[in-house]
């Protein structure tokens, strides 16, 4: 019984002395972003791959969590900042568009949708548009 007392201690003692000073994220922390929401990727040729950027930035007072982060089709694949995003601090949210599937004259239009602990919403759409010639 003592020897386990003395674990839970010494455990305390480490984990506490690793933390940095940092603001860490906890659940229940909203913050808020301003987020460029449309990528216009102009016209671009059949079976070219897009590389959309969309410009975000904490605007809160906590750190800004990203969730899950999907594309509206098998065609796009969405990537999130794995660090949450200190407060005031910018970061990049990526999406590649892959048109090989798509015939000349098509009107891009996908969806990238975003869930993050924002206020008032927690879940953004953010658009790649452009045209397939």
Known sequence: MMSRILFILISGVVFNSCKTDQLEAEI?????MKITKVFD????????????????????????????????CSCTVAEKPEAPILPGRKGVIKAVVDTEKFDSGYQLNKIVTVMANTVPDNIVKLKIIGTIK
């Open 41 to 72: 990727a102009g016209e671009r040729i059949k079976g070219e791959k897009i590389y959309a950027e969309f410009q975000v930035e904490n605007t809160g007072r906590y750190p800004l969590v990203f969730g899950e982060i999907k594309g509206s």
């Open 28 to 32: 229940g922390q909203k913050t808020s």
